[in-house]
């Protein structure tokens, strides 16, 4: 789940390396290598930095969640899970042994549960994200359950961004799609935990997160938002969405992520209405959970304040 601090400068080395090299083959036969991404230098870490993320623990924070579903506030916890990872570019996974080939990404698994009504929602979004701050994640995943079915959806950052999505509507089903390279909001809050500064602002197109697109049902694309930046808070707002996500975080490292609000119209027909989805802080661990798995350890959830 992370990288030893003997291998950190290895991966941090190759922070900027590209995929292998393939040929090419043009209609003289003659061969050209592809096109290789241009991107910015790596963002050095700084000193804090290294202590805090690569000490073999995961951060794991715990809310209490308010959130908006079909016209209501239902009561609920998210948890915020970040960790730093080895990353294989090519195969967008997870690298199980060092080497020069790898990635070091700040991972984000964010968690919410609530019921509505007699049924419960379970909802995750997975973010891989560099380390160096100088390109879009790696890999987004998302995935939502509820007792109506599932729907699961993936971005892979290659040439472009491909997307698979599957759900059981009628209407989006099986979906393989790609997406010119854009601001992704899944991405900004682990850019936030990188750097808050590096944060854009002003009149962006950005990609809302896949949780909302998914639950929302709206397409899957990049909408016109303004972007605003002060000392703890990030503000986006999506005009043509009718909606904002202020996220406050403290305005020092490790800028950890104090709550959260996001404001749409929940509901439809007369039941719609514009109502705020809340976060508020509860706990915040250092653990390498991964290892925590048998009955003795349920006390780490306790300290969370997690049912």
Sequence with gaps: MKLTSSLF???ILFLGSCDDH???QKADHATAEPQVEQLPKPEPLSEAFKAYWYQGEA?????????ARYGEIRKGNAVLVFVTEPFLKSEQVKADQASS???SVLKLNATKNFNTGIYPYSIMQSVFYPVANNQHALKIACSVQEWCGQVYTQLNNRTDFEVRSHSYFEGEADEEFSLNK?????QLWTQLRINPKSLPTGNVDIIPAFEFLRLRHI???AYSASAELTQNQYKLTYPELNRTLQITFNPQF?????SWEETFISGQGEKAKELTTKATRIETIKSDYWNKNTNADSGLRESLRLP
């Design 182 to 186: 854009g601001i992704l909001e899944n």
């Design 22 to 24: 393939k040929s090419m």
């Design 219 to 221: 397409p899957f694309k």
């Design 101 to 103: 080939k790898n990635m």
């Design 254 to 258: 490790p800028f950890d992520i104090v």
């Design 9 to 11: 400068y290895i991966f």
């Design 59 to 67: 951060e794991i924070t715990s809310y209490k969640l308010e959130q």
